[in-house]
């Protein structure tokens, strides 16, 4: 659960678009996992904001995904469950490979050198010892923006980033019961090499595969997951 209050929004956001953002990270992260009720009262002390902005930010979550609202009995942090990670993965590959083809066609010098940083921000984590599932995720996200950042198209950027910590939270649903699969860094890659080569079609369809792949094995953990629990 939160353990310190929301600081100021010296960042222009506005004190509702701050406590989202915060319970956002919470959700995604794990730190408040799913099917939790929320509690208005401890969350309206432990963010130090009043109802008013608090009831904002859950509206905001409501919408995007995070969080469900019942009838008469609050809110609660969204369930997880096969078909809404099929959901989440098929809506990943359709905007993110539709950006990515954008940004291949517009992307300059300067894209050109944040992917080639982000892959090798993103290679020394998984080669680095002990990594912090954080940091790798962190960073991992980052390289994907930096693919898609330049395709000119704020609201289709403003998806992808919703889409993206959607499925962070089935991820790490992963991630708790494997290591972080090494394979991933010849995908990503692969998927740079042939952005930067400006070979959009086959970019697309290793994102694409990679994105499904992924799922796929989220997918497996969340079955057996329900024929554990079934079985106990």
């Known amino acids: 659960m939160i353990e310190t209050p929301i600081e100021g929004t010296s960042s222009g956001l506005t004190l509702s678009a701050s406590v989202a953002n915060t319970l956002r990270a ?3 992260s794990g730190t408040m996992p799913p099917g939790e009720k929320l509690h208005l009262d401890d969350l309206r002390a ?3 904001v009043s109802l008013s902005p608090l009831r904002e930010a859950l509206s905001r979550l409501s919408a995007e995904g995070f969080v469900v609202m019942e009838s008469n009995r609050g809110y609660r942090v969204a369930p997880v469950s096969e078909g809404n990670l099929l959901e989440v993965t098929r809506l990943r590959t359709m905007l993110e490979s539709f950006a990515l083809r954008e940004s291949i066609r517009l992307g300059d010098e300067r894209w050109e050198g944040a992917v080639v ?17 954080g940091d790798w995720e962190t960073t991992h996200r980052a390289l994907h923006q930096q693919l898609l950042s330049a395709c000119g ?12 910590d959607l499925n962070d939270r089935y991820r790490r649903l992963f991630l708790e019961d494997h290591p972080i699969d090494l394979s991933v860094a010849d995908e990503h890659a692969d998927i740079c090499s042939a952005a930067l080569d400006r070979d959009a079609d086959k970019a697309c369809a290793l994102l694409e595969a990679h994105i499904e792949r992924t799922g796929a094995n989220v997918a497996k953990t969340l079955r057996e997951r329900s024929v554990s629990h079934d079985a106990a």
């Open 153 to 164: 198209m704020p609201l289709v950027l403003h998806f992808c980033s919703i889409l993206h």
């Open 46 to 48: 432990a963010l130090g």
């Open 117 to 133: 940083a982000g892959l090798y921000q993103l290679n020394k984590r998984v080669g680095a010892k002990d990594v912090k599932l």
């Open 26 to 28: 919470q959700i995604t």
